[in-house]
């Protein structure tokens, strides 16, 4: 087939704000006030989610149970296997069936780091969106090969008219963009409903743990406080009269016994002169630790519901192992969930213009992302003509056999006639080995 136009190969300039981002960050983490926080949602409702998304990333950082959890959503589609298949009604067309073939060949093999980024793009799942940027190169078959490369959330913005994602105008961020469907087959845009119809940027499930995580932070910091004042013996000394003119102590005697105590609070040591009394005032002893765990406790619990639909799905406390794993399937079908809706995005804006420009009017694969457990090949397997020896052999950690000897696969329609398969037919005649898929003497699997 004649290939079509080429892709695009022009670089998209993103509007960048390096140093106004890392402050900000620093600003709302040393700061946590709940006013800038909740401001940065507020600008978010407007399209601007610059702030919002700096936010989220300063809450994962510094969270380390919103961070676990976090990690767990998106990176949930890392090992999980992406199958390539012929749409609807191509099911055995041979040209479908190369098609799907070869584009899973240029993305799982010769796309850098495309596994990676799918683990990009699930963030979008708890950020609201993700994007990532195509770079397209052409391999030694003179095939155009996408690369996808991530790209920061902050740097994008909303249309508030036609709901659209698109590039600042402006490095201020007034709020005017350029929508990225101004620039065809060069961005993946990842929004991901998640059982919301809400505006795109209200999806992820990063909002609902904002105000969890900040008061589990705003706690700590008042327990702290708490524990310090009233949990802790407070030490102050007592200073004899001096000669200033109004009979009381010297000032400047005053100040140095003070620096004193500030030592002594800080280093555990200090120096005072013997007529200088010291003394303390016991803690109430009322500062009471479980307030801060059930507060604790609390703010997990509802970031682990807002993320993975139930508690029990990170912890076993407090429930049954069948109440825990009632709230894993839970999990599993936000996880089948996200599959789906990342396989259509991936379908839809990385694999229709690849068909497009290399192999233009053949069918469009769709792609499937499994939420099953890696199989791990056994020799029943191979019998049953599921696999080939090299995956059985890969799968007990071995190479794969010479010269493609091991790469056929079992017909079970027409078994081989070899002794002690579990098919159970007779051996052939002596030299037959015409059903013999590892070559002469050798048609088993290595076990």
């Known amino acids: 087939m004649a290939k079509k136009n080429a892709p695009p190969v022009g670089e998209v300039m993103l509007t960048r704000t390096p140093a106004y981002g890392e402050s900000l960050i620093r600003y709302l983490a040393e700061r946590p006030l709940h006013d800038r926080w ?14 919002m998304m700096d936010l989220f990333a300063d809450a994962v ?23 390539f298949s012929p749409p609807p009604g191509f099911e055995t067309d041979p040209d479908a069936l190369e098609v799907a073939q070869n584009v899973r060949r240029i993305l799982l093999v010769e796309s850098r ?7 990009h793009l699930m963030s979008a799942t708890t950020t609201s969106y993700a994007v990532c940027y195509i770079v397209w190169k052409t391999n030694a078959r003179g095939e155009h090969v996408p690369h996808l490369r991530d790209e920061r959330g902050r740097d994008f913005g909303y249309d508030l008219e036609t709901l659209e994602l698109g590039i600042p105008k402006s490095a201020y ?39 969890p995580s900040f008061i589990k932070r705003n706690g700590l910091s008042y327990w702290l406080v708490l524990a310090e004042r009233f949990g802790m013996p407070q030490v102050y000394a007592k200073v004899p009269a001096g000669t200033d003119h109004d009979g009381q102590s010297q000032n400047a005697l005053v100040a140095e016994v003070g620096n004193s105590l500030e030592s002594l609070g800080r280093h555990w040591w200090a120096v005072f002169g013997k007529d200088i009394e010291i003394d303390k005032i016991a803690g109430s002893g009322e500062a009471d630790p479980e307030v801060h765990k059930e507060l604790t406790s609390w703010a997990n619990t509802e970031m682990a519901i807002a993320l993975l639909g139930q508690n029990l799905t990170t912890e076993v406390s407090g429930g049954s192992f069948a109440a825990s794993e ?83 696969f079992v017909d079970p329609q027409k ?6 398969s579990p098919t159970g037919p007779k051996p052939s005649g002596p030299g037959d080995d015409s059903n013999d898929v590892g070559g002469p003497g050798d048609t088993r699997p290595d076990e």
């Not at 780091?113 to 683990?119: D, G, N, P």
């Not at 995005?345 to 099953?372: C, D, F, K, M, S």
């Open 113 to 119: 780091h495309f596994k990676r980024q799918l683990s």
């Open 326 to 408: 009632t709230h894993r399937w839970v999990a599993d079908d936000i996880h089948l969930a996200d599959a789906v809706e990342l396989a259509e995005t991936i379908t839809q804006q990385l694999v229709e213009p690849l068909v497009r420009y290399n192999w233009p009017g053949a069918p469009v694969p769709t792609v499937e992302i499994t939420t099953g457990r890696k199989q791990v090949f056994k020799t029943e397997h191979y019998w049953a003509g599921i696999c080939n020896q090299d995956e059985v052999r890969r799968t007990m950690g071995h190479e794969a056999k010479p010269n493609g000897t091991g790469s056929a």
């Open 173 to 211: 961020y007034g709020g005017d963009v350029t929508p990225l469907s101004e620039y065809p087959d060069l961005f993946v845009v990842h929004e991901p409903m998640a059982g919301l119809s809400a505006y795109p940027w209200r999806r992820g499930a990063m909002r609902s743990c904002i105000v």
């Open 38 to 51: 909740f401001s940065a949602l507020k600008l978010a409702d407007r399209g601007k989610t610059r702030d």
């Open 415 to 420: 078994p081989p006639a070899v002794p002690g």
């Open 61 to 83: 950082d510094r969270d380390a149970d919103l961070s676990g959890l976090v990690r767990k959503r998106t990176i949930s589609m890392m090992g999980r296997p992406v199958v």
